[in-house]
């Protein structure tokens, strides 16, 4: 596709089930980020994957939160026993590379509701 | 004290009025200030990003980055109903990997 694609748009789920939220980058972009942002908060860094290298987790706000990117393309964000204060949108960004993490291709987001 | 501090309005503005959005920082290491624009329901796109100290000019939108104040801006001439959005400003350090955005300044032009 010609942006980023993230599903679900929209996700319901009860307090302490987990989650799985993707993300498909654009085409040829190595690097991608997870972010989430909540109502009257600016964008929170969750996690980065740059071509082959290890990630950078340093975002993740607990061990409930893990993700993976697999083949060095589509990514998945897993959040284990949910909380109510999970709910949010979860962006996904992709750039081209790693010199060009000031431009930023972002999905429309996972809005994420937890009951 | 956030790495950015960015007032959350909301701004409202009469159509062809110049607007001005403003964030301040607190890292001097920061090397790359960003400006998105975010609609509803949808994720931030960019819309200008500087290098360093001084101005950009795009069409009608100006960023200005001042970094002995640690101040930056975007100025939009001839304000639209289509500018309506919220405006994020971002900054990144080279070499690092992590953009650190404003919470948004949300602007509404009228007709």
């Known amino acids: 596709g010609a942006g980023v694609s993230q599903s679900p748009s929209n996700k319901v789920t009860e307090k302490g089930k987990d989650v799985e939220l993707r993300c498909d980058p654009i085409?040829?972009?190595?690097?991608l980020y997870w972010y989430r942002q909540s109502l009257g908060q600016g964008l929170e860094f969750l996690i980065y994957?740059?071509?082959?290298?290890?990630?950078?987790k340093s975002g993740l706000p607990s061990d409930r939160f893990s993700a993976e990117r697999t083949g060095g393309s589509v990514s998945t964000l897993t959040i284990q026993r949910t909380q109510q204060e999970d709910s949010a949108v979860y962006l996904c960004?992709?750039?081209?590379?790693?010199?060009?993490?000031?431009?930023?291709?972002f999905g429309s987001g996972t809005q994420l509701s937890v009951l | 004290q956030k790495e950015v501090e960015q007032d959350p309005g909301p701004l409202s503005v009469p159509e062809g009025a110049i607007v001005s959005l403003n964030c301040t920082y607190s890292?001097?290491?920061?090397?790359?200030f960003m400006w998105y624009r975010q609609y509803s329901r949808k994720g931030p796109e960019l819309l200008m990003y500087?290098?360093?100290?001084g101005n950009k000019e795009d069409g009608r939108f100006t960023a200005q980055v001042d970094k002995s104040s640690k101040y930056i801006s975007l100025f939009i001439r001839d304000s639209q109903p289509s500018d309506s959005a919220t405006y994020l400003c971002?900054?990144?350090?080279?070499?690092?990997?992590?953009?650190?955005f404003g919470t948004g300044t949300r602007l509404t032009v009228i007709p």
């Open positions: 890292n001097s290491a920061f090397q790359y």
């Open positions: 500087t290098y360093s100290s």
């Open positions: 085409s040829g972009h190595t690097a």
């Open positions: 994957f740059q071509g082959n290298s290890a990630p950078d």
């Open positions: 971002a900054m990144l350090q080279t070499g690092a990997n992590n953009l650190f």
């Open positions: 960004a992709s750039s081209l590379r790693a010199s060009t993490n000031e431009k930023l291709f």
